[in-house]
């Protein structure tokens, strides 16, 4: 009796693949995001972090979808790479394992980078972000480059699918994944943690930064601010020897245009106001950032409003009419 013919086994796809398909994937993607977004900068611009939600969910269908059973397991990238989304036995996902999957691998991603206010994210919220942020998607990148028997990221492993090679129509050949490398993720995590720890403690034990944070939590309880952060600069002219003192503050603004003068004079009439070291400076510069973030696209505007202290007390508080409008940069 002759023997049924064994399906044959499907390789592991390159890593060097991966990285092309991911490249055309994320062109595709920040191309269609850029143009969705265009006719709507006045309303994206005001949904501040929440732009990345935005973002976040007009890339589900095409990853979700196109790596599933419905696209064969293959976005255009990947297509174009000969490459597919499988499981062990070599069948494509259902669509909600693709979705899952997805959704573990973007969530590092739209969360890095995600502006929030700085003063009053309380720590457990920042905490959970960066072991996301760094544990799932920085093991991600570490497995996929060092995993060389499966090359699976943990959105990959946590719903038990691999990238290989399209065409056959067998089972995965694939070897379990070295454990030490897991020691070695565990180790690197619990040392990022701790070290950003101990650097955040002494940052806000030295020099200007309890003042400095002291100016950003006040901006920040400003309505329509949606993050704050601030310098204490030298800047020096070239051949004076002069040099000057400069407090800056750059504002994420999620209001109008046209109301963005009104919005700097309301952040320097509070520093100005409540932070008396504000005096020694020689310019406050104030930075409003207008625009939105969706992860997959981003456009923002930037306006700078500076004054010597004594400039911005005079048209905040004093009578004069001598000093103008503050000078848009």
Not at 134 to 151: D, E, I, K, P, S
Not at 297 to 305: E, I, K, L, P
């Amino acid at each position: 009796m002759p023997t049924a013919a064994l399906p044959n086994e499907r390789a592991i796809g390159a890593l060097w693949r991966r990285i092309v398909a991911f490249l055309l994937d994320d062109i595709i993607v920040g191309v269609a995001g850029a143009l969705l977004a265009l006719p709507f900068f006045e309303i994206l611009s005001r949904f501040g972090a929440w732009g990345r939600l935005v973002g976040f969910c007009v890339a589900l269908p095409y990853f979700a979808i196109l790596n599933s059973k419905i696209g064969n397991g293959q976005t255009v990238g990947k297509r174009w790479m000969r490459i597919q989304v499988v499981d062990g036995a070599g069948n494509t996902l259902p669509f909600l394992r693709s979705a899952a999957r997805y959704a573990v691998l973007a969530i590092p991603y739209f969360l890095n980078g995600l502006v929030i206010p700085q003063a009053s994210t309380p720590w457990a919220v920042t905490t959970a972000m960066s072991v996301i942020i760094f544990g799932v998607g920085g093991a991600t990148v570490y497995l996929m480059l060092f995993n060389r028997r499966t090359r699976q990221g943990i959105h990959d492993l946590a719903v038990g699918s691999y990238v290989a090679v399209a065409g056959n129509n067998g089972p995965v050949s694939a070897t379990s994944i070295w454990k030490p490398h897991w020691i070695i993720l565990g180790t690197l995590l619990t040392a990022l943690l701790a070290g950003g720890g101990i650097f955040a403690n002494r940052l806000s034990q030295s020099g200007p930064f309890p003042e400095l944070l002291e100016d950003i939590r006040m901006i920040e309880s400003i309505d329509g601010v949606q993050s704050a952060g601030a310098q204490d600069l030298r800047s020096s002219t070239w051949g004076s020897g002069e040099v000057k003192k400069i407090l800056v503050l750059n504002v994420f603004w999620t209001g109008k245009d046209a109301d963005e003068t009104a919005a700097a004079d309301q952040i320097a009439k509070l520093i100005v106001r409540q932070d008396h070291q504000v005096e020694n400076h020689d310019l406050l510069r104030i930075v409003l950032v207008r625009g939105y973030d969706l992860g997959i696209a981003h456009v923002s505007v930037t306006h700078s409003y500076q004054h010597t202290p004594a400039e911005w007390n005079a048209r905040l508080f004093g009578p004069s009419q001598a000093i103008a409008a503050p000078t848009k940069l």
